[in-house]
Antibody
Framework: QVQLQESGPGLVKPSETLSLTCTVS??????????WNWVRQPPGKRLEWIGF???????NYNPSLKSRVTISLDASKNQFSLKLSSLTAADTAVYYC???????????????WGQGTLVTVSS | DIVMTQSPDSLAVSLGERATINCKSS????????????LTWYQQKPGQPPKLLIY???TRESGVPDRFSGSGSGTDFTLTISSLQAEDVAIYYC??????????FGQGTKVEIK
């Protein structure tokens, strides 16, 4: 059974860049059957999809965050990572990594999630 | 972006009774090419990540109790818990994955015991 685990700082200063890593166990980020995603949830608000990466390196980002987001993949460590720049208080959220299965030609629902990590943006 | 709106925001149901949650999308999430609705439901308990319950609007994820069912098509969908159990207390989210991203979520519906 696949497991995902986020890691990274819990407190980041405004205007700085957030870096988070998701370590995958029980499965491979090099599998062509899945896309690897980041999703966040600000306190008391709905979930927001941030973006995904495929083993080939193909990425897709939410247009609302696209100018500030980079997702990368390290197959040798079975990890994928998120960088979010120019942080403000509005970026305070629980950040989840999640796996999306490729179902035929369709994808976009998340069948496995990490536990999530709270990131607070504050000076 | 497709906007997902759930109703009600919260509901309280007696143990053993039926709970019904609605989800409406701002545009159809039904694909004409494969006749599938690109709609999923998650359950989130406090301090936990969301858990996949149903995808393709009505397909139950492996291991999900059969008291959970999904229905609907096009823009209107329903998650039904046929007989509410204490462990079903949670927030439930719908999400669309129609066509290209961004994929979007509803605001959530909180289910409590009456």
């Amino acid at each position: 059974q696949v497991q995902l685990q986020e890691s990274g700082p819990g407190l980041v200063k405004p205007s700085e860049t957030l870096s988070l890593t998701c370590t995958v166990s029980g499965g491979s980020v090099s599998s062509g059957s899945y896309y690897w995603n980041w999703v966040r949830q600000p306190p008391g608000k709905r979930l927001e999809w941030i973006g995904f990466i495929y083993y080939s390196g193909n990425t897709n980002y939410n247009p609302s965050l696209k100018s500030r987001v980079t997702i990368s993949l390290d197959a040798s460590k079975n990890q994928f990572s998120l960088k979010l720049s120019s942080l403000t208080a509005a970026d305070t959220a629980v950040y989840y990594c999640a796996r999306a299965p490729l179902s035929g030609s369709a994808l976009g629902y998340f069948d496995s999630w990490g536990q999530g990590t709270l990131v607070t943006v504050s000076s | 972006d497709i906007v997902m709106t759930q109703s009600p925001d919260s509901l309280a149901v007696s143990l053993g009774e039926r709970a019904t949650i609605n989800c409406k999308s701002s545009q159809s999430v039904l694909s004409r090419s494969n006749s599938k609705n690109y709609l999923t439901w998650y359950q989130q308990k406090p301090g936990q990540p969301p858990k996949l319950l149903i995808y393709w609007a009505s397909t139950r994820e492996s291991g999900v109790p059969d008291r959970f069912s999904g229905s609907g098509s096009g823009t209107d969908f329903t998650l039904t818990i046929s007989s509410l159990q204490a462990e079903d207390v949670a927030i439930y989210y719908c999400q669309q994955y129609y066509s290209n991203p961004p994929w979007t979520f509803g605001q959530g519906t909180k289910v409590e015991i009456k």
